[in-house]
T-cell receptor, first 110, second 114 residues
Protein backbone atom coordinates (compact mmCIF):
# COMPACT_ATOMS: atom_id res chain seq x y z
CA UNK A 1 0.00 0.00 0.00
CA UNK A 2 1.29 3.45 -0.90
CA UNK A 3 2.12 5.73 2.01
CA UNK A 4 -0.10 8.49 0.64
CA UNK A 5 -2.90 7.82 -1.84
CA UNK A 6 -5.15 10.07 -3.90
CA UNK A 7 -7.76 9.51 -6.56
CA UNK A 8 -6.07 10.84 -9.73
CA UNK A 9 -9.35 12.06 -11.24
CA UNK A 10 -9.93 14.06 -13.33
CA UNK A 11 -12.81 15.64 -11.50
CA UNK A 12 -14.77 17.64 -14.09
CA UNK A 13 -17.12 20.10 -12.42
CA UNK A 14 -19.12 23.11 -13.61
CA UNK A 15 -18.20 26.56 -12.48
CA UNK A 16 -19.84 27.33 -9.13
CA UNK A 17 -19.94 23.71 -8.00
CA UNK A 18 -18.62 22.36 -4.73
CA UNK A 19 -16.03 19.62 -5.01
CA UNK A 20 -14.15 17.57 -2.45
CA UNK A 21 -11.02 15.44 -2.62
CA UNK A 22 -9.72 12.94 -0.12
CA UNK A 23 -6.21 11.76 0.57
CA UNK A 24 -5.48 8.69 2.68
CA UNK A 25 -2.26 8.03 4.53
CA UNK A 26 -1.01 4.74 5.91
CA UNK A 27 1.35 5.79 8.70
CA UNK A 28 -0.56 6.48 11.89
CA UNK A 29 2.47 8.40 13.20
CA UNK A 30 1.97 11.11 10.56
CA UNK A 31 1.76 14.46 12.26
CA UNK A 32 1.56 17.24 9.69
CA UNK A 33 -0.56 17.49 6.61
CA UNK A 34 -0.67 19.86 3.69
CA UNK A 35 -2.40 20.56 0.40
CA UNK A 36 -0.31 21.80 -2.51
CA UNK A 37 -1.58 23.09 -5.83
CA UNK A 38 0.24 22.41 -9.08
CA UNK A 39 -0.69 24.10 -12.34
CA UNK A 40 0.09 22.37 -15.61
CA UNK A 41 3.86 22.29 -16.24
CA UNK A 42 4.53 24.42 -13.17
CA UNK A 43 5.97 23.83 -9.74
CA UNK A 44 3.83 22.85 -6.72
CA UNK A 45 2.86 25.64 -4.35
CA UNK A 46 1.51 25.36 -0.84
CA UNK A 47 -2.26 25.88 -0.79
CA UNK A 48 -2.86 25.31 2.89
CA UNK A 49 -1.81 23.37 5.93
CA UNK A 50 -4.34 21.04 7.53
CA UNK A 51 -4.94 21.48 11.22
CA UNK A 52 -6.47 18.95 13.60
CA UNK A 53 -9.61 21.02 14.14
CA UNK A 54 -10.01 21.74 10.44
CA UNK A 55 -9.35 25.08 8.83
CA UNK A 56 -10.75 27.35 6.19
CA UNK A 57 -9.20 29.81 3.79
CA UNK A 58 -11.80 31.59 1.73
CA UNK A 59 -13.51 29.03 -0.48
CA UNK A 60 -11.17 26.26 0.63
CA UNK A 61 -11.71 24.03 3.67
CA UNK A 62 -9.29 21.38 4.83
CA UNK A 63 -10.11 18.68 7.35
CA UNK A 64 -8.25 15.87 9.06
CA UNK A 65 -9.76 12.57 10.16
CA UNK A 66 -7.16 10.79 12.26
CA UNK A 67 -9.37 7.81 13.06
CA UNK A 68 -9.78 6.94 9.40
CA UNK A 69 -6.40 8.37 8.41
CA UNK A 70 -7.40 10.75 5.70
CA UNK A 71 -7.41 14.45 4.93
CA UNK A 72 -9.86 16.24 2.72
CA UNK A 73 -10.02 19.42 0.69
CA UNK A 74 -13.36 21.08 -0.07
CA UNK A 75 -13.60 23.79 -2.68
CA UNK A 76 -16.80 25.83 -2.76
CA UNK A 77 -18.02 27.98 -5.64
CA UNK A 78 -15.42 26.56 -8.03
CA UNK A 79 -13.76 28.99 -10.43
CA UNK A 80 -12.18 28.26 -13.79
CA UNK A 81 -8.89 29.32 -12.20
CA UNK A 82 -9.16 26.47 -9.69
CA UNK A 83 -8.35 24.01 -12.49
CA UNK A 84 -5.11 22.37 -11.39
CA UNK A 85 -3.72 19.27 -9.76
CA UNK A 86 -4.02 19.13 -5.99
CA UNK A 87 -1.31 17.24 -4.15
CA UNK A 88 -1.56 16.16 -0.56
CA UNK A 89 1.61 15.91 1.48
CA UNK A 90 2.29 14.23 4.77
CA UNK A 91 5.11 14.69 7.24
CA UNK A 92 5.74 11.76 9.52
CA UNK A 93 6.96 12.23 13.07
CA UNK A 94 9.90 14.57 13.44
CA UNK A 95 11.18 13.85 9.98
CA UNK A 96 12.54 16.45 7.64
CA UNK A 97 10.71 15.07 4.65
CA UNK A 98 7.30 15.24 3.07
CA UNK A 99 5.67 12.33 1.26
CA UNK A 100 3.44 13.46 -1.56
CA UNK A 101 0.43 11.84 -3.10
CA UNK A 102 0.23 11.51 -6.87
CA UNK A 103 -2.29 14.32 -7.06
CA UNK A 104 -5.93 14.78 -8.02
CA UNK A 105 -6.69 16.67 -11.19
CA UNK A 106 -9.53 19.18 -11.13
CA UNK A 107 -11.06 20.67 -14.25
CA UNK A 108 -13.61 23.41 -13.78
CA UNK A 109 -15.76 23.99 -16.85
CA UNK A 110 -18.12 26.72 -18.01
CA UNK B 1 14.37 38.01 -4.17
CA UNK B 2 14.38 35.29 -6.83
CA UNK B 3 13.31 32.46 -4.49
CA UNK B 4 14.37 29.06 -5.81
CA UNK B 5 15.95 28.90 -9.25
CA UNK B 6 16.99 25.88 -11.28
CA UNK B 7 19.48 25.58 -14.11
CA UNK B 8 18.98 24.42 -16.82
CA UNK B 9 15.25 24.52 -17.61
CA UNK B 10 15.48 21.87 -20.33
CA UNK B 11 18.10 19.33 -21.34
CA UNK B 12 18.39 16.38 -23.66
CA UNK B 13 21.09 13.83 -22.89
CA UNK B 14 22.24 10.70 -24.58
CA UNK B 15 22.47 7.51 -22.57
CA UNK B 16 25.72 7.41 -20.65
CA UNK B 17 26.31 11.15 -20.60
CA UNK B 18 26.68 13.02 -17.36
CA UNK B 19 25.28 16.32 -16.19
CA UNK B 20 24.73 18.46 -13.12
CA UNK B 21 21.53 20.24 -12.22
CA UNK B 22 21.93 23.37 -10.15
CA UNK B 23 19.46 24.60 -7.57
CA UNK B 24 19.97 27.97 -5.92
CA UNK B 25 17.93 29.72 -3.24
CA UNK B 26 18.34 33.21 -1.86
CA UNK B 27 16.08 32.84 1.19
CA UNK B 28 18.78 31.55 3.56
CA UNK B 29 16.90 28.28 3.96
CA UNK B 30 18.51 25.43 5.85
CA UNK B 31 16.77 22.54 4.12
CA UNK B 32 16.93 21.69 0.44
CA UNK B 33 15.41 18.84 -1.53
CA UNK B 34 15.58 17.22 -4.95
CA UNK B 35 12.47 15.49 -6.31
CA UNK B 36 11.58 13.86 -9.57
CA UNK B 37 8.05 13.85 -10.92
CA UNK B 38 6.79 11.24 -13.33
CA UNK B 39 3.25 10.64 -14.64
CA UNK B 40 1.30 8.47 -12.23
CA UNK B 41 4.15 8.44 -9.70
CA UNK B 42 3.86 11.84 -8.15
CA UNK B 43 6.76 13.65 -6.52
CA UNK B 44 9.45 11.30 -5.26
CA UNK B 45 12.32 12.45 -3.09
CA UNK B 46 15.79 11.73 -4.49
CA UNK B 47 18.12 13.34 -1.96
CA UNK B 48 17.88 16.11 0.58
CA UNK B 49 20.07 18.27 2.78
CA UNK B 50 19.46 19.60 6.28
CA UNK B 51 22.27 22.12 6.09
CA UNK B 52 25.50 23.13 4.39
CA UNK B 53 27.84 20.18 3.99
CA UNK B 54 25.18 17.55 4.74
CA UNK B 55 23.20 15.29 2.42
CA UNK B 56 20.91 12.31 2.89
CA UNK B 57 19.19 9.77 0.67
CA UNK B 58 15.54 9.96 -0.13
CA UNK B 59 13.18 7.44 -1.66
CA UNK B 60 14.86 7.03 -5.07
CA UNK B 61 18.58 7.92 -4.75
CA UNK B 62 20.11 5.35 -7.09
CA UNK B 63 21.90 6.83 -10.08
CA UNK B 64 22.14 10.29 -8.53
CA UNK B 65 24.65 12.12 -6.38
CA UNK B 66 24.32 15.46 -4.62
CA UNK B 67 26.46 18.08 -2.97
CA UNK B 68 25.74 21.06 -0.71
CA UNK B 69 29.04 22.91 -0.50
CA UNK B 70 27.33 26.27 -0.03
CA UNK B 71 24.14 26.88 1.91
CA UNK B 72 22.41 28.49 -1.02
CA UNK B 73 23.23 25.81 -3.61
CA UNK B 74 22.23 22.16 -3.95
CA UNK B 75 23.62 20.25 -6.91
CA UNK B 76 22.18 17.06 -8.38
CA UNK B 77 24.49 14.96 -10.52
CA UNK B 78 23.79 12.20 -12.98
CA UNK B 79 27.03 10.33 -13.64
CA UNK B 80 25.77 8.06 -16.42
CA UNK B 81 22.31 9.01 -17.60
CA UNK B 82 19.76 6.32 -18.40
CA UNK B 83 16.40 6.61 -20.20
CA UNK B 84 14.70 5.78 -16.88
CA UNK B 85 15.96 9.13 -15.61
CA UNK B 86 13.82 11.01 -18.10
CA UNK B 87 11.68 13.11 -15.80
CA UNK B 88 10.89 16.57 -14.47
CA UNK B 89 13.22 17.45 -11.61
CA UNK B 90 12.13 19.88 -8.93
CA UNK B 91 14.27 21.44 -6.27
CA UNK B 92 12.72 22.78 -3.09
CA UNK B 93 13.87 24.55 0.04
CA UNK B 94 12.37 25.38 3.40
CA UNK B 95 13.38 27.37 6.45
CA UNK B 96 14.19 25.82 9.78
CA UNK B 97 11.06 27.09 11.51
CA UNK B 98 9.23 24.66 13.73
CA UNK B 99 5.67 25.71 13.09
CA UNK B 100 5.77 26.21 9.38
CA UNK B 101 6.63 23.47 6.96
CA UNK B 102 6.15 25.09 3.59
CA UNK B 103 8.51 23.91 0.91
CA UNK B 104 9.29 26.43 -1.81
CA UNK B 105 9.78 24.82 -5.19
CA UNK B 106 11.84 25.88 -8.16
CA UNK B 107 10.35 25.94 -11.67
CA UNK B 108 11.72 22.52 -12.59
CA UNK B 109 14.16 21.03 -15.07
CA UNK B 110 12.77 18.87 -17.85
CA UNK B 111 15.31 16.19 -18.68
CA UNK B 112 15.05 13.74 -21.56
CA UNK B 113 17.54 10.89 -21.88
CA UNK B 114 17.58 9.21 -25.28
Amino acid sequence: RKEVEQDPGPFNVPEGATVAFNCTYSNSASQSFFWYRQDCRKEPKLLMSVYSSGNEDGRFTAQLNRASQYISLLIRDSKLSDSATYLCAVRTGGGNKLTFGTGTQLKVEL
Amino acid sequence: NAGVTQTPKFRVLKTGQSMTLLCAQDMNHEYMYWYRQDPGMGLRLIHYSVGEGTTAKGEVPDGYNVSRLKKQNFLLGLESAAPSQTSVYFCASRPDRGSVYEQYFGPGTRLTVT
